[in-house]
């Protein structure tokens, strides 16, 4: 995953942002999510690793839905370069992931394969997560 088109190639290193997530941070798409509790970059792989472990997981069942996309790009100098030159080339994609923000949504699954699903793709992300459950959804 990464942007078709940007702007800027390199970016400024950005500090994690600080505070909680005031947007994207509600189940909308699906009725079940995996909301992030901590703040943290995570790289375009990691989102595709999450992804391909609950197409496993669910084969045909339920529709997964991500919430966060890599924009940032993080550049790297090659190894065993001298100091100075300037700045590397973009190396890979990140997404900047607040407290509360929803990474991961599943639609058309019981409760507890929901819980199966996330603790599976909790275990690829470098931040803590829990699961959520969207307002106004009947619990059976």
Excluded at 1 to 25: C, D, E, F, S
Excluded at 98 to 104: A, L, N, Q, R
């Amino acid at each position: 995953m990464m942007p078709k088109r940007v702007k800027y190639r390199k970016w400024h290193r950005l500090r994690v942002q600080r505070g909680i997530a005031t947007r994207g941070n509600r189940v909308v798409f699906g009725d079940y999510g995996l909301m992030a509790i901590e703040a943290g970059r995570i790289s375009a792989q990691q989102i595709e690793a999450g992804r391909i472990t609950a197409a496993r997981f669910l084969g045909n069942l339920g529709r997964l839905f991500i919430r966060m996309f890599p924009h940032m790009p993080v550049t790297k100098k090659p190894q065993e370069t001298h100091m100075g030159g300037g700045k590397g080339d973009p190396a890979f994609y990140v997404a900047c992931v607040k407290p509360g923000t929803v990474m991961y949504e599943l639609g058309g699954l019981t409760e507890d394969l929901a819980k199966q699903c996330f603790n599976l793709i909790a275990h690829k992300m470098c931040v803590k997560s829990k699961f959520v459950i969207r307002e106004g959804l009947k619990r059976e």
